[in-house]
Nanobody, 116 residues
């Protein structure tokens, strides 16, 4: 089992920044690629970004490339999503996940709301 706990969501004005964190624990979590997904009201969950603990893979959705940065701290078993130049359309529940492209484990989600 892998446990994932997100934090860092909140309310921010358009153009602002937020950093999400995902603390991972459990058996063999380091063997999984770590991802961020998001789900806006009335929409399907969508991929945002992914990274391997080795750093050998970093991927972004086209909608966030150049604005969001995924990173990791192996010593803290934590993955981050730095979100800059936020737009109202970035409003969603953001989920941390383990496994790419089809995650096996999910966090509980953290709400990000961007006001215009």
């Amino acid at each position: 089992q892998v446990q994932l706990v997100e934090s860092g969501g909140g309310l921010v004005q358009a153009g602002g920044s937020l950093r999400l964190s995902c603390a991972a624990s459990g058996r063999a979590f380091s063997s999984y690629a770590m991802d961020w997904f998001r789900q806006a009201p009335g929409k399907e969950r969508e991929f945002v970004a992914a990274i391997r603990w080795s750093g050998s893979m970093i991927l972004y959705a086209a909608s966030v490339k150049g604005r969001f940065t995924i990173s990791k701290d192996n010593a803290k078993n934590t993955v981050y999503l730095q979100m800059n130049s936020l737009k109202p359309e970035d409003t969603a529940v953001y989920y941390c996940a383990a496994g790419y492209p089809r995650p096996d484990y999910w966090g509980q989600g953290t709400q990000v709301t961007v006001s215009s």
